[in-house]
């Protein structure tokens, strides 16, 4: 049976290197793949997956609006695919999400989806609450903080490198870089945020 899974990680833990490999072995042993990201990200140029270690691959971008049972059915009517892989799967709605299940349990495709698990606040992206919600099997990319910890959470800085606490969710061309740190250096950094 095929499953939808969720490989979840912070910023820089290295996801799209782990997708891309993934989807190199499937189509080195002859079975086509679906790539997936969304236009949100256009850190590679729209329709590119790239990794910081200097691979990359073609992808099809989504947007919200987007239908992906749907885009994923227009893909098999072109050929036979073996998996779907989705890039910045946080930026899915929870719509999407469920058609992503019915990718799976309709269509019988493998769908593996990677993302950040939460934002530089220390909440989870609707997409992720949603993939942590409905996904058959997930495993987590580490990546470690500067103190050697297993890294969780993320701050953003602004360009002098102090941590950014209010903003929104999604920031698109701005100065500000990401540290992916555990989660006693991450309160270090920002503070005790209280959900009140
Ligand atoms: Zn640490």
Redesign the pocket.
């Known amino acids: 049976m095929a499953k939808l899974y969720f490989n979840y990680s912070t910023m820089n833990a290295g996801k799209s290197t782990v997708l891309l490999q993934a989807s190199h072995n499937y189509r080195e042993n002859n079975m086509d793949t679906y790539l997936l990201t969304a236009r949100v990200d256009d850190r590679a140029g729209a329709g590119r997956i790239a990794s910081r270690i200097g691979i990359g691959a073609e992808a099809d971008v989504f947007v919200p609006s987007d239908d992906l049972f749907t885009m994923v059915s227009d893909r098999i009517s072109q050929g036979e695919i073996a998996c779907v892989f989705v890039d910045e799967a946080q930026f899915l709605s929870s719509d999407q999400v469920w058609q992503l299940a019915r990718v799976v349990d309709d269509l019988n495709l493998p769908v593996l989806c990677y993302g950040l698990r939460v934002d530089f606040q220390g909440q989870l992206f609707p997409g992720s609450a949603t993939l942590l919600a409905l996904a058959d099997e997930m495993r987590e990319v580490r990546t470690i ?5 297993k ?1 969780t959470m993320v701050i953003r800085q602004d360009e002098n490198g102090n941590a950014i606490t209010e903003g929104a969710q999604v920031q698109i061309g701005g100065n500000e870089t990401y540290v992916s ?2 989660r ?3 309160r270090e950094s920002v503070g005790d945020l209280t959900a009140g």
């Open positions: 903080c500067r103190c050697g910890r890294a740190l555990c006693r250096h991450w």
